[in-house]
C-alpha cells in the first residue's frame, strides 16, 4: 500500500534560518513519482516539483532544493535563508502508475517569524 | 492564463442541510478532480473525471455525495444530507490529461465547508 508520512507536523523559525522538511514514503511500485506542494494561507495547492524514481539527482531552484534517497525512501525539501513569504502548509505526495492518484501526506505547517 | 476557479469560498450549514460546491477548470483540461481536506489532513481524491465521464469514484461516500461535469467542462459535487464530520475544504484540480503521474494538477483555492 502507499503510504506518505511528514512527521514533523509544525516547524517555527525565525526569518534567513534555513529548514528541512522530511518525507518518508512507502510504495511497491518500482516506478513511481514524488512531488511537493505548498498551501498558502489562500487555500490552493501549489506544485513546486515532481521527481521520478529514477533520478536520484538533488535538485536546487533558487533558495529551495531536494533530497531524493531511495536507500531510506525519504524525499525532503530544504529552504535556504527562509523568508515569511515561505510560512505555508507543505505537503509531500506520492503517485505511482498503477494506482496513478496522488497520495498526500498530512502536510508541515512552516512558520517563519521576521 | 485563468486558474481553476471555484464557489463559494466559504459555507456554512446545519447537519442534514444540502449544500453544493462549483468548480470551473482551467481552459481545455480535460481531467478534473474533487478532494476532501480535512483540518489537519492531507487532502484525500473523491473523484476524478475524464471529459465527463467518471473514472475513479472509488472513495465517494456515494449515499451523500454526488458529482456531476455536465458538457465536460464545469463540475458540481453536492452534498445532501451533510454531517458533521463533512466539514472539510472541497478542492477542486484539473490536468490536461488524466495521467497523474505524468500531467501536473493545477488546484483551486477551495471551498471551505462548516457542518454545525
Known amino acids: 500500500a502507499q503510504k506518505v508520512t511528514q512527521a514533523q507536523t509544525e516547524i517555527s523559525v525565525v526569518e534567513k534560518e534555513d529548514v528541512t522538511l522530511d518525507c518518508v514514503y512507502e510504495t511497491r511500485d518500482t516506478t513511481y513519482y514524488l512531488f511537493w506542494y505548498k498551501q498558502p494561507p489562500s487555500g490552493e495547492l501549489v506544485f513546486l516539483i515532481r521527481r521520478n524514481s529514477f533520478d536520484e539527482q538533488n535538485e536546487i531552484s533558487g533558495r529551495y532544493s531536494w533530497n531524493f534517497q531511495k536507500s531510506t525512501s525519504s524525499f525532503n525539501f530544504t529552504i535556504t535563508a527562509s523568508q515569511v513569504v515561505d510560512s505555508a502548509v507543505y505537503f509531500c505526495a506520492l503517485s505511482d502508475y498503477n494506482t496513478d492518484k496522488l497520495i498526500f501526506g498530512t502536510g508541515t505547517r512552516l512558520q517563519v517569524f521576521p | 492564463e485563468a486558474g481553476v476557479a471555484q464557489s463559494p469560498r466559504y459555507k456554512i450549514i446545519e447537519k442534514r442541510q444540502s449544500v453544493a460546491f462549483w468548480c470551473n477548470p482551467i481552459s481545455g483540461h480535460a481531467t478534473l478532480y474533487w478532494y476532501q481536506q480535512i483540518l489537519g489532513q492531507g487532502p484525500k481524491l473523491l473523484i476524478q473525471?475524464?471529459?465527463?465521464?467518471?473514472?475513479?469514484d472509488s472513495q465517494l461516500p456515494k449515499d451523500r455525495f454526488s458529482a456531476e461535469r455536465l458538457k465536460g467542462v464545469d463540475s458540481t459535487l453536492k452534498i445532501q444530507p451533510a454531517k458533521l464530520e463533512d466539514s472539510a475544504v472541497y478542492l477542486c484540480?484539473?490536468?490536461?490529461?488524466?495521467?497523474?503521474?505524468?500531467?501536473?494538477?493545477?488546484f483551486g483555492p477551495g471551498t471551505r465547508l462548516t457542518v454545525t
Open positions: 473525471f475524464q471529459n465527463n465521464g467518471v473514472v475513479d
Open positions: 484540480a484539473s490536468s490536461s490529461q488524466g495521467s497523474t503521474v505524468l500531467y501536473e494538477q493545477y
